[in-house]
């Protein structure tokens, strides 16, 4: 099974027009995606006209959110993927040409056209970023943002307080951990799929405590991790974890929803919070929360997130993939927990 490479405009002499790449969903699977459910295609790329703007993309980010999106169904998040169409996801690119006075040649902006090499669009969808503000423009594609809301707004975290995060060696995960840390947590407790992600938990990102959630009943696992009770989860997950930490959250414990991988990964239902019982016997709270209620926190938290970064007190763990060609099967090995921290895809030098 094979992403195809096809050709929908041909180039050769330097007057030809600009070409790229972008992928495309050939067919909507039943359940999990495979290789051959995508396409990657080369396109004219067209000039831009008055108050458009052409961006060469640099990166783009890879978030398993995006196979909601390949499979459709009900509480998406965002507009599914259609048959035929361009993908579309977070990208960071360069203007190459403006025709907007907005934006010049040479500014670095965020946007929503990833999946594909150059994205051409209304001035408006384009934001501009600070080229100077971190030491690669990948770094503007992270979930540290997530991670911060999340945990402040959602979870209403504490210093003192013990904290669980699920998923902790991802994207996400990997920033929630560390930053309830930084934030006055007293006791930081990771989950990852495997011994060497457990290993980077308590080595590289500094977790007091981790497990792998194949070792047995999780309840059991996180009890021993936090004899004394969790007061916060940062769920990423759902199923059996969210169980477990309802099980061992203290009274007026709170969980911050993030995520549900288990869902985005299995395609069925998993079973829900238990029994509802518990989180009224001892007060709970369970948000949900996106970041897009949360992005007048951005400039608050990356001033905090590059001092983090500057005195090495935070690491930002990232898995770079060379070019969109390799792009769909990144996004499969994401889910099927081959990567650590945030994965992107560099699609320009
Ligand atoms: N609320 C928001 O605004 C917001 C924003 C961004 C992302 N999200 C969501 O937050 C979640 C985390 O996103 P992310 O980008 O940080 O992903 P991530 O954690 O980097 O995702 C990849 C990892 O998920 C783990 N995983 C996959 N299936 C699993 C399962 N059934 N049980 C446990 N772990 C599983 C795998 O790690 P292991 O090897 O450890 O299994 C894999 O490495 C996703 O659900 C995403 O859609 C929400």
Request: hydrophobic share 45%; glycine share 12%; with cysteine.
């Amino acid at each position: 099974m094979n992403s195809s490479l096809k050709s929908a405009a041909l180039s050769g002499s330097p007057d030809s027009p600009r070409t790229g790449l972008e992928a495309r969903l050939v067919a909507r699977p039943d359940g999990l995606p495979a290789l051959d459910n995508f396409e990657i295609v080369e396109v004219t790329v067209p000039e831009p006209v008055e108050g458009q703007v052409l961006v060469r993309n640099l990166f783009m980010s890879l978030d398993p959110g995006m196979l909601m999106l390949v499979v459709g169904g009900p509480s998406l998040p965002a507009p599914r993927y259609e048959v035929g169409a361009a993908m579309y996801g977070d990208a960071i690119g360069e203007v190459l040409s403006s025709a907007d006075p907005s934006l010049r040649e040479g500014d670095l902006v965020v946007h929503r056209l990833g999946w594909r090499e150059y994205a051409v669009a209304s001035a408006a969808v384009f934001r501009r970023v600070d080229r100077a503000a971190y030491r690669s423009p990948s770094l503007h594609l992270g979930f540290g943002l997530v991670a911060y809301v999340g945990l402040m707004d959602a979870a209403e975290l504490r210093p003192g307080d013990t904290v669980f995060v699920s998923s902790a060696a991802g994207a996400t995960g990997s920033m929630a951990g560390q930053i309830a840390r930084l934030k006055g947590a007293a006791r930081v407790i990771g989950s990852a799929g495997s011994p060497e992600k457990v290993a980077h938990l308590t080595g590289k990102l500094g977790f007091d405590a981790a497990f792998d959630y194949h070792d047995g009943p999780v309840v059991d696992r996180l009890r021993e991790a936090a004899p004394d009770g969790i007061d916060v989860y940062f769920d990423n997950v759902g199923g059996e974890q969210l169980r477990a930490a309802i099980e061992v959250m203290n009274v007026h414990g709170r969980i911050a929803v993030c995520g549900a991988l288990n869902r985005q990964r299995a395609v069925h239902p998993d079973g829900g919070p238990g029994d509802l019982l518990s989180l009224l016997g001892k007060r709970l709270t369970i948000r949900g929360f996106t970041l897009w209620d949360h992005l007048d926190r951005a400039a608050e938290f990356g001033e905090q997130f590059r001092g983090w970064l500057r005195e090495g007190s935070i690491v930002y763990d990232e898995t770079v993939v060379d070019g969109l060609a390799s792009a769909p099967q990144a996004l499969l090995d994401l889910v099927q927990g081959k990567y650590t921290g945030k994965t992107v895809v560099r699609l320009g030098s």
